[in-house]
């Protein structure tokens, strides 16, 4: 990728000028990840943590109930593809495949689909048809004993196929409509909020440290007291977590009350939420 290629798409993910981008990406010696760091601690950057995803097209499918559910990822290079009718079609097939084979991506490949053609084989067949390259991206399934599976779709393109799934594993023997609903609008919350983890102390610790890092080169030049930076530092680090972990965040349907309160108040004893699952096309 030529220079001024990557300053586009700097500029693209980041709002910033192009004269700021050209000198970012001098600055970080053409690395598009460091250069939007360094936009960031220079106050240009407006969106610096799009540039730490992959932009990909494609679609997610789900398939599954309650007690099993699974996600397949599977990417194509433009949106005009992911919403063809073969493409579509190879995909809900294909998570059909991936939820009996527990997301299992060797197993996965080998398998038969309904032509007696395995899947390795019918992508190649795909792509020889289509003309763009595709491939299969992250896989998941929930088969957790003694929980009830939730689910959520955004940006429908046909039936279970989307550009946005959530899954939701909730533990709990309940079984009332109340838990019901509770788990859709979690799994819609967690679409919109995009949790890094469950709690604060589970949040992946090299993401910590690397916003602590953000946050002191921002704070370095302020002229403040070390001692002014270093309570602000703390409280920067603390909203952070708070913003990012699940229990913590606020209720995307009533912000004024946080999502561990809104758990609180359904009393239902022995509720959990066991394990969930975030995947968006581009991200």
């Known amino acids: 990728m030529s220079d001024i290629q990557k300053v586009k798409q700097l500029r693209k993910s980041t709002g910033a000028g192009f004269k700021d981008c050209g000198s970012a990406i001098k600055e970080a010696d053409g690395n598009i990840?460091?250069?939007?760091?360094?936009?960031r601690i220079k106050g240009i950057s407006k969106a610096s943590k799009k540039m730490s995803r992959e932009a990909k097209e494609g679609v997610v499918a789900v398939n599954g109930d309650e007690k099993k559910i699974s996600l397949i990822e599977v990417n194509c290079e433009t949106d005009f593809v992911a919403k063809n009718e073969d493409f579509i079609n190879f995909v809900k097939e294909l998570s059909k495949i991936n939820y009996l084979n527990n997301s299992d991506a060797e197993k996965l490949k080998k398998s038969k689909m309904s032509n007696s053609k395995?899947?390795?084989?019918?992508?190649?067949?795909l792509i020889s048809k289509i003309g763009e390259k595709i491939t299969i991206g992250r896989t998941k399934t929930f088969n957790n004993s003694g929980s009830k599976n939730f689910n959520y779709l955004h940006t429908v393109v046909k039936d279970n196929v989307s550009k946005l799934a959530v899954m939701v594993s909730l533990e709990t023997k309940d079984n009332s409509d109340i838990l019901k609903k509770f788990g859709k609008q979690l799994?819609?919350?967690?679409?919109?909020?995009?949790?890094?983890a469950l709690d604060s102390g589970s949040i992946d610790k090299a993401i910590v440290v690397k916003e602590e890092s953000l946050i002191s080169e921002e704070l370095k030049n302020t002229g403040k007291s070390d001692d002014?930076?270093?309570?602000i530092r703390?409280?920067?680090?603390?909203?952070?977590?708070?913003?990012?972990?699940?229990l913590s965040q606020q209720w995307v349907m009533e912000p004024k009350k946080k999502?561990?309160?809104?758990?609180?108040e359904l009393s239902i004893s022995d509720l959990k939420i066991k394990d969930f699952y975030r995947l968006k096309i581009g991200e």
Do not use: Y
Request: charged share 30%; no cysteine.
């Open 33 to 39: 990840d460091k250069a939007v760091e360094i936009l």
């Open 118 to 125: 395995t899947v390795d084989e019918n992508l190649i067949a």
């Open 187 to 196: 799994s819609m919350h967690i679409a919109a909020s995009n949790p890094l």
């Open 228 to 231: 002014i930076i270093k309570k």
């Open 234 to 246: 703390f409280g920067k680090i603390k909203k952070f977590k708070e913003d990012n972990a699940l």
């Open 259 to 264: 999502v561990q309160e809104i758990i609180e």
